[in-house]
């Protein structure tokens, strides 16, 4: 009776590890490009899992909305609100009048973060270790009075200054030191 109940507890014990241990984190490739996430969620939801990297440069960090406009996000670096993106109107109040029948759409991250229609952003991290969540503040209406889709989408990318970029800036700044030194 006693080993049954061992083997009981452990077994309970090594589920409840395997249910209150965290999501493994991704980690974030900063070469520029996309993440695109289609999930089901409620509207205030999170995307699942968290993004991780480590620079030892500043990290521009892109985010859209990219299938349905109007998705609107809050970005989470270890938890605390980063940034968000602006609220847009929903697609049946875009346009002149509401001239949409039916929400604007594309597979294109880069065609949405062009389109001034989309909620987007661009987010400077500080050099160091970041872990990034977002959660889908406003998602759009699935019809004109009816309730918002069923899912969140979100695309996102970071870069880090190219090598070129900031090799230039390096000279810029000697050569100014160079000019200041001269004229002291």
Do not use: C
């Amino acid at each position: 009776m006693r080993q049954k109940a061992l083997v009981f507890l452990s077994a309970a014990a090594l589920v409840f590890a395997a249910v209150a241990a965290p999501a493994m984190a991704t980690p974030l490739a900063l070469d520029g490009s996309w993440v695109v996430l289609d999930e089901t969620m409620p509207v205030g939801g999170f995307f699942a899992g968290s993004y991780d990297f480590t620079s030892s440069s500043n990290v521009d960090f892109t985010i859209t909305d990219w299938a349905v406009v109007s998705d609107a996000f809050n970005v989470y670096d270890f938890g605390v609100l980063a940034f968000s993106t602006p609220l847009m109107p929903d697609w049946n109040v875009l346009g002149a009048a509401g001239a949409f029948t039916s929400p604007p759409y594309t597979s294109d991250p880069d065609v949405a973060l062009a389109s001034g229609n989309f909620s987007s952003a661009v987010y400077t991290f500080g050099a160091g270790a970041h872990s990034l969540t977002i959660q889908d503040y406003h998602i759009p209406i699935t019809a004109v009075g009816a309730g918002p889709f069923p899912d969140g989408t979100v695309a996102f990318k970071a870069t880090t200054p190219e090598p070129g970029t900031m090799g230039l800036m390096l000279l810029g700044g000697v050569a100014l030191l160079a000019l200041r030194r001269k004229n002291d």
